[in-house]
């Protein structure tokens, strides 16, 4: 079993930044995918960014260059980097770790709980 631990939200002001943090324990195979995802108030779940074990990453178009993904694989740990924040950013934000089925990205092996990130304007 898997466990995602988020931390480092937070409320800011437009244009400011935040790092988001997620630590990864348990059992899960070394070529993991992990998956940054959001829920804004009022809406669905939407996938964010993916980093692959060989750091290839994907973006939704949104916040392409504004947000990176990256891991630290001696520490379990993946970050995803939001730069230029906008207060349409502001959701729960989620990590999870799962696997590429063809170019879609399924979480299939768990979630964080939640971290929430609120940007002001």
């Known amino acids: 079993q898997v466990q995602l631990v988020e931390s480092g939200g937070g409320l800011v002001q437009a244009g400011e930044s935040l790092r988001l943090s997620c630590g990864i324990s348990?059992?899960?195979?070394?070529?993991?995918?992990a998956g940054w995802y959001r829920q804004p108030p009022g809406k669905q779940r939407e996938l964010v960014a993916t980093?692959?074990?060989?750091?290839?990453?994907r973006y939704m178009s949104s916040v392409k260059g504004r947000f990176t993904a990256s891991r630290d694989h001696a520490k379990n740990t993946v970050y995803l980097q939001m730069n230029s924040l906008k207060p349409e950013d502001t959701a729960v934000y989620y990590c999870s770790l799962g696997t590429f089925i063809g170019a879609n990205y399924d979480p299939n092996y768990g979630w964080g709980q939640g971290t929430q990130v609120t940007v002001s304007s």
């Open positions: 980093i692959s074990s060989d750091e290839r990453t």
């Open positions: 348990g059992r899960f195979p070394a070529t993991y995918v």
